[in-house]
């Protein structure tokens, strides 16, 4: 007999495997049929049980099998509803009723079946537990990605905080049952039964209240947020509408506020910071940085940069550049020889005679000559007198002919 | 604690994982909060955070006549100062209605908001409107130029962030959490249309005893 079940099972699972993309089609959708060789193979899937035929032209993947690969893949859809294990926990409550009539009975056979049948319930209830919490946390932890718009995650988020509910009453209800099986178990000496509450309910029901009780607050939490995220985008429409159809309006309005205001309304200001370098300070490290700078510092320009447009610049270039060197023109020269000779005491000198003898003012009318040297003698504070031309003494002005310097 | 995360604060940022996500970490650790507390003290400020996992910021330690006089004056003149951002993000939302909630760390690309704009005429004549309020502005231009104009105003503003230049990639800053404040002031205290009844009542807002963690301490 178990021979025999073995062998359908893998049968079934080698039709399973052979054909494996058919049923990854059947994931996504209807599996729809094609030439004879596909038609074949979704004829041999339909007798194993993996597809249901859905209408004449299209088949659909059996639900227990997209569950079972759902369940391995934390891939669920949206709005996926717990399992309810409310039904369970009333068959097991039920079967264990019926053991113990049949064991007053002295069904004993009978009884061992329900025994059985009890500590595969209790291993069901276990497991739909914690499947269900495997399709809370992928629905969290995804943000209910299984849906794009905010307001599908918000319904899916309030049903899930309504799923989470109902998970949490079918706990309390499978506690209770649970220490009630515990302690009839002991009375009546159904040690495999205890053993089964133990393992398969006590052991876990801390774990489970309290990742239940994560996932509810965090659900209602994120539905918190996210309907006040809603509400929030509400009011940024209405209050924009408002601002554009008063664009161009000026008006201004004082507030009434006091100290109790939403501190956000406050812009931060910034500090500003401005630091100086304490060149006094004998720290080797300051020094060494300060040395560094220096290091690095360019050495001032001596001259302006050529291409200056500033005509200033330009002329304090050239005067920089060329000095201007004191050019003794020949007049000048001729004078401080005149000089030197008038230095010497009880000399008198012609200064017409002077021009002749000297070459140097060959070039020099002898007019501008005894007008410039008569001066200059002057404020050299040596005396000077005029020779005057007699032949012109009749005008009103009386006109020289020569100067005569006397030392 | 990080010379850069002190700096941060006293420029005036909110410091956020998009902003600043070294100095938001360095100011998540609990002995930093507390050495940057003790340096902001003699100022007159103190750190404070936007809800409990928001954006940090440097506040005053005690709201005194002089903050209430600012507040005052630049509510006064919360159209200059923040109605070129508040028109700006009800179109970018408009434009991405479906995905966009306008939180810290959202991606806004500029190339979905010109697709929808070129899909609704009437979106493109709500961009042109705020040609008179953001700056490179000019109708001539593209609409990819206006929505880069747009995008540009709201990162200089400090409420977005450009992370990719040659896609124009933004991501949405936690300042935008202080626009929200603006924007819930000014629905609260002018006569603005009323929320319809689709919209979030308080019994709602109430669920499960959760409260409202707006401007929390740090």
Redesign the interface.
């Known amino acids: 007999m178990k021979a025999h079940l073995s062998e359908q099972v893998g049968s079934m699972l080698r039709v399973l495997a052979q054909n494996a993309d058919l049923i990854c089609e059947g994931i996504d959708g209807a599996v729809l049929p094609g030439d004879a060789k596909r038609n074949a193979r979704i004829d041999a899937l339909v007798t194993a049980g993996a597809l249901r035929s859905q209408d004449q032209s299209s088949f659909t993947l059996n639900p227990r099998l997209r569950s079972f690969v759902e369940d391995r893949l934390g891939a669920f859809q949206a709005f996926r509803q717990l399992t309810r294990i409310d039904p369970s926990i009333r068959h097991v409550e039920r079967l264990w009723l019926e053991m113990q009539t049949l064991r007053a009975e002295r069904a004993e056979e009978d009884a061992q079946l329900l025994e059985t049948e009890i500590n595969v319930g209790l291993a069901d209830i276990s497991y739909d537990i914690e499947r269900n919490l495997q399709v809370l946390h992928a629905n969290i932890s995804s943000e209910f990605g299984n849906v794009?718009?905010?307001k599908a995650k918000l319904r899916q988020n309030a049903f899930f905080l309504g799923e989470v509910r109902a998970l949490t009453k079918s706990i309390d209800k499978l506690r209770e049952l649970a220490d009630k099986l515990l302690h009839d178990a002991l009375l009546t000496g159904v040690q495999s039964v205890e053993v089964a509450v133990r393992r398969n309910v006590i052991v876990h029901l801390l774990s489970w209240a309290q990742q239940i009780n994560d996932a509810q607050?965090t659900i209602?939490?994120r539905?918190?947020l996210a309907?006040?995220?809603?509400?929030?985008?509400?009011?940024?429409?209405?209050?924009?509408?408002?601002?554009?159809q008063?664009?161009?309006i000026s008006s201004?309005?004082?507030?009434d506020?006091?100290?109790s205001?939403?501190?956000?309304?406050?812009?931060?200001?910034?500090?500003p910071?401005l630091s100086h370098v304490d060149v006094k300070d004998v720290e080797e490290p300051v020094q060494k940085a300060l040395r560094n700078i220096v290091a690095e510092l360019k050495p001032r320009e001596a001259t302006v940069e050529a291409g200056s447009t500033s005509p200033a610049a330009q002329v304090m270039a050239v005067e920089a550049e060329e000095p201007i060197q004191d050019v003794i023109e020949p007049h000048e020269e001729s004078l401080l020889m005149l000089l030197e000779r008038l230095s010497t005491p009880g000399q008198e000198v012609s200064l017409l005679a002077w021009k002749c003898g000297d070459r140097r003012l060959d070039d020099t009318h002898a007019e501008d000559w005894l007008l410039y040297a008569g001066s200059q003698l002057m404020g050299e504070k040596i005396k000077v007198s005029h020779v005057i031309s007699h032949a012109q003494a009749e005008g009103l002005n009386e006109a020289f002919v020569d100067i005569v310097a006397t030392s | 604690m990080r010379k850069a995360t002190l700096e941060a604060l006293l420029s005036g940022q909110f410091v956020c994982p998009v902003v600043a996500p070294v100095e938001f970490e360095d100011l998540c650790d609990e002995s930093t909060q507390s050495a940057v507390n003790n340096w902001l003290e003699p100022l007159g400020m103190r750190l404070a955070r936007i809800g409990t996992e928001g954006a940090f910021f440097m506040a005053p330690d005690v709201i005194g006549q002089e903050e209430v006089k600012r507040v005052r004056k630049e509510m006064q003149e919360y159209r200059d100062i923040y109605g070129p951002a508040i028109m700006a993000i009800a179109l970018i939302r408009q434009c991405e209605a479906d995905h966009l909630t306008l939180m810290t760390g959202e991606y806004i690309q500029a190339g979905a908001i010109e697709t929808a704009i070129n899909a609704n005429p009437a979106l493109e004549s709500q961009l042109n409107g705020l040609g008179q309020v953001i700056r490179r502005f000019a109708l001539k231009n593209s609409i990819r130029d206006r929505v880069d104009a747009v995008l540009m105003h709201l990162a200089e503003e400090g409420f977005l962030k450009l992370i990719d230049r040659d896609r124009s990639t933004y991501r949405v800053t936690g300042r935008i959490e202080q626009l929200w404040a603006v924007i819930e002031f000014i629905a609260e205290n002018e006569p603005v249309a009323p929320a319809q009844s689709a919209e979030l009542d308080q019994e709602d807002l109430n669920l499960d005893g959760l409260a409202s963690g707006h401007g929390d301490d740090a």
């Open positions: 794009s718009s905010l607050n209602a939490k539905l918190f309907k006040k995220l809603q509400n929030r985008l509400g009011t940024l429409s209405r209050v924009s509408l408002w601002l554009r008063r664009q161009g201004e309005r004082e507030f506020l006091d100290e205001f939403n501190q956000l309304l406050l812009r931060p200001l910034s500090f910071r």
